[in-house]
């Protein structure tokens, strides 16, 4: 029996061993989709912490449930591990780690690069290998392959499988979880694609489209989020200028989409959060001057939001000159770190950002977030207000909404009679609004 024929068996019978490799947002529900679709899973974390976290049922994650973790963890289906000599023992291995931008906004590839060599050593003939972290195109072939093959001394696709899968993974979404989201697989030769594919479909409930090349995988998942930022940088623009034209942005978009075709709504905000949309293009934009090409439209949507956490400080300084306050000095009360509503995901939040601009005003500023109760971002670190109420708010010279978090009393803000900007529309629905201005 080859290879192919081996894998596959294994498939059928659900006797493949799984591994994960990184236990963050995107690993650690991916560990636990393939357990309980009866799979042996064994999740590879370099953080103690984490993996204690795993062994001991213990979920920090939104979207895995508690319960099931704990029931998986046991029955002996999942573990954790920080001893990558254990790779040895699974079929297939994930690799979910992170893929940030360095101080000089260049991809760091060192977490994928690391840890492919730590998986290299303990390769055992017949694994699949798949890339999962969101990376430029050319990653799994240029980057991945060498480093496995010499580590091993295994050749691709005689000895293994590696392919490219990017991870879907959306926070706090109620509708698309990472098990009924289509998949797209892109592995090196056919016998990969059609072995890897097969994997994902006997534990998803989504579609698995299949591409000719791990190159296009990683592309299309560079579209999915670069397509997303081109056009909330358009609508970051658009609001600029309908706001120095006393138009309501917000009202336009609604009026545009009730056309039912070639038009979907994106909004404004404070710039840009999250794991992907904020980073990604910076790597498709750094991998295209390797080939003497310059995606000018995409640089510019990101000068755009980049610049939004400015701008929503210089706009903010403008309502306090209307009550003859300055920015320096000002107690600035923030609502809202995570970067999108109802999680408590702050990476890349655009809020830490508008308080980054704000303290360099001279404002003192407080946040209250019970999604996300403290944080540490670089040098600053910061606990939420325990509560906020009328008279706690008119402590505060202004309020700043910068994530449209559901758990907020909002009528009771405006109420207050603080000035507030609101920089997500979240108090839409409040019909006192003269203190309220909007993005």
Known sequence: MGMKEELLKKIKDKTLTMGVCGLGYVGLPLAVDKARHGYKTIGFDVQQSKVDMVNAGNNYI????????????????????????????????AICVPTPLDTHQQPDISYVRDSTIAISKHLK?????????????????????????????????????????????????????????????????????????MVYRSILEGDVHTVSCPAVAEMEKILENTYRNVNIGLINELAILCNRMGIDIWEVIDAAKTKPYGFQPFYPGPGLGGHCIPLDPYYLSWKAREYGFHTSMIESSMMVNDRMPEYTVE????????????LNGAKVLILGVAYKQDIDDYRESPAIRVIEEFEKTGAQVAYYDKWVPKFRH??????????????????????????????????????????????????????NRENIEVL
């Open 62 to 93: 939104g979207d895995v449930v508690n319960s099931e973790l704990k029931d998986l963890v046991a029955s002996g289906m999942l573990s954790a591990t920080t001893d990558f000599s254990h790779v040895c023992e699974v079929d297939f291995i």
């Open 125 to 197: 003939k017949g694994t699949m290998v798949v890339l999962e972290s969101t990376t430029y195109p050319g990653t799994t072939e240029e980057l991945l392959k060498p480093i496995l093959e010499e580590g091993s001394g295994l050749v691709c696709g005689k000895d293994f499988y590696l392919g490219f899968s990017p991870e879907r993974v959306d926070p706090g979404n109620l509708v698309y979880k990472p098990s009924n989201t289509p998949k797209v697989v892109g592995a090196i030769g056919a016998d990969a694609t059609e072995v890897i594919s």
């Open 315 to 326: 706009r903010a300084g403008k309502i306090l000159n209307r009550f003859k306050k300055s």
């Open 378 to 431: 670089g040098a600053i670190a910061m606990d939420s207000i325990p509560t906020i109420s009328k008279e706690i708010l008119n402590g505060y010279d202004i309020v700043c909404v910068t994530t449209a978090h559901t758990n907020v009393d909002y009528d009771m803000v405006a109420a207050a009679g603080v000035p507030v900007f609101d920089t997500k529309n979240a108090m839409k629905e409040v019909k």
